[in-house]
C-alpha cells in the first residue's frame, strides 16, 4: 500500500461479510482490502462483479459498517456518513417534486444554509455544471445526462473535501458519457477534492484517473493498483494515443484474466 504523510482516505485491512438468506455461512464480500489515497488524487476502482467495489465505496461514505480493519478520511476514523463527504450515485437519485435549483439545494438546507445563500450556491454549481437557466425546470423535463449533471452540482454544492463516485456514467448515452467526463475533470481540476470512482468502463478508469485500481472477485481483494501516467489536463486528444491504448489493454489483459478463472470455476 503507497504511504502518504495524511491520506485523505486510508483504508487498512478491510473486511466485510453478509449473512446468507438461506441459513449457511457468510458470505465473505471484501477481505484485507488495503488502498491508501492522497489529498487531490483521482483514483478508480475496477473490477469484475462480485467484487465489492459498490460495497467498498458505500463503507467510505459510512453507510455501511466494516467488519475488520477501518476506514479513515481526513485522519479521523469512518463510523457513519459526514460533511466532507458527498455522493454521486448511479441513478440520479432526484426528488422529482422539487426544482433543479432545489434539488442542488437540498443537502445545503439540510445543514441549515439560509434561503438567500442556498439559492446563490445551487446556481452557481448548476452554471458550473453548465445548466445554467435551467433552475425552475424539474427532473422530468431533463435528460439523462442532464439530470446528472444535477446529481453533480448538488454533490459538489456542499463543497466535499472527498466526492464518492458510484459509476455515475453508466446509464447515460455514450457520446453524452464522454462529454461528462472531460467536464468532471475540468471541475476536478478546479478544486482540491479526491475522488474515489468507481466503473466498470476500463477506458473511463483511465481517462480519469491518476491510479486504477483493479480488484478481483470472490472474496473482493486489491489485485493491482496500476499508475496511469498520461498527462494533465487530459485532453479528448489522449484517447486516441497509443499510451491509452496500451493502458486501457492492461486494465482488460488483467480483467480478462479473472473473468476466465471465473468462468472456468
Known amino acids: 500500500m503507497t504511504e502518504f504523510a495524511t491520506p485523505a482516505i486510508a ?3 478491510v473486511g466485510k461479510d453478509y449473512l446468507d438468506p438461506r441459513g449457511g455461512p457468510p458470505v465473505r464480500a471484501l477481505d484485507g482490502v488495503d488502498i491508501s489515497i492522497a489529498p487531490g488524487e483521482f483514483v478508480s476502482i475496477i473490477g469484475p462483479s462480485g467484487c465489492g467495489k459498490t460495497t467498498l465505496l458505500k463503507m467510505v461514505d459510512g453507510l455501511i459498517g466494516v467488519d475488520r480493519g477501518e476506514i479513515s478520511v481526513l485522519g479521523r476514523r469512518v463510523s457513519g456518513p459526514g460533511p466532507e463527504r458527498a455522493v454521486v450515485f448511479q441513478s440520479f ?4 417534486w422539487l426544482t433543479v435549483e432545489d434539488n442542488v439545494a437540498f443537502g445545503l ?5 439560509a434561503a438567500q445563500e442556498r439559492r446563490r450556491i445551487a446556481r452557481e454549481h448548476l452554471e458550473r455544471v453548465g445548466l445554467g437557466g435551467f433552475e425552475d425546470k424539474h427532473p422530468s423535463q431533463l435528460s439523462g445526462g442532464m439530470q446528472q449533471r444535477v446529481g453533480l452540482a448538488r454533490a459538489l454544492a456542499v463543497n466535499p473535501s472527498v466526492l464518492l463516485m458510484d459509476e455515475p456514467f453508466s446509464a447515460i ?3 453524452t458519457r464522454l462529454l461528462l467526463q472531460s467536464d468532471l475533470l475540468r471541475i476536478w481540476a478546479d478544486t482540491d477534492m479526491t475522488v474515489l ?3 466498470h468502463a476500463m477506458d473511463e478508469a483511465v481517462f480519469l484517473s491518476d491510479r486504477v485500481v483493479i480488484m478481483e472477485p470472490r472474496p473482493g481483494r486489491v489485485r493491482e493498483v496500476l499508475p ?3 498527462p494533465r489536463p487530459r485532453t479528448e486528444e489522449i484517447r486516441s494515443t497509443a ?3 496500451e493502458l486501457t489493454s492492461a ?3 488483467r480483467l480478462r484474466g479473472m473473468i476466465a478463472n471465473e468462468d472456468a470455476a
Open 11 to 13: 483504508i487498512d485491512g
Open 93 to 96: 437519485a432526484l426528488l422529482p
Open 109 to 113: 438546507k439540510q445543514r441549515g444554509v
Open 173 to 175: 448515452d455514450a457520446q
Open 197 to 199: 470512482f468507481v466503473t
Open 228 to 230: 496511469i501516467d498520461l
Open 243 to 245: 499510451r491509452f491504448a
Open 251 to 253: 486494465v482488460w489483459d
